[in-house]
């Protein structure tokens, strides 16, 4: 478990260390400025779209299950299986 968190840990400081390194360079040649920034707001945009279509997709397989059950519990009814007595 341990090289496990080391590894994570090399790659948060790598993700930490580029950011850092692409900020000083914004500040030496201004022109990246607008670039990072626009790459970085599409790499926002990119993950809150995913998020939001995993949620999606989450929530239409959740209405498809309740549906099944509901034409299941239907059916059964219709059948005289279930119920009370």
Same mark, same amino acid.
């Given at each position: 478990?341990?090289?496990?968190?080391?590894?994570?840990? $090399?790659?948060?400081?790598?993700?930490?260390? &580029?950011?850092? /390194?692409?900020? #000083?360079?914004?500040?030496?040649?201004?022109? *990246? +400025?607008?670039?990072?920034?626009?790459?970085?707001? $599409?790499?926002?945009?990119?993950?809150?779209? &995913?998020?939001? /279509?995993?949620? #999606?997709?989450?929530?239409?397989?959740?209405? *498809? +299950?309740?549906?099944?059950?509901?034409?299941?519990?239907?059916?059964?009814?219709?059948?005289?299986?279930?119920?009370?007595?």
């Amino acid at each position: 478990m341990s090289g496990r968190r080391g590894t994570e840990f $090399g790659l948060i400081m790598l993700g930490i260390t &580029v950011v850092c /390194g692409l900020a #000083a360079a914004c500040s030496v040649w201004p022109a *990246l +400025d607008g670039a990072l920034t626009t790459l970085l707001l $599409g790499c926002a945009g990119v993950l809150v779209a &995913v998020y939001l /279509g995993r949620d #999606a997709v989450r929530e239409l397989r959740f209405r *498809l +299950d309740m549906r099944a059950l509901d034409r299941r519990d239907a059916a059964r009814t219709a059948a005289g299986i279930g119920g009370r007595r």
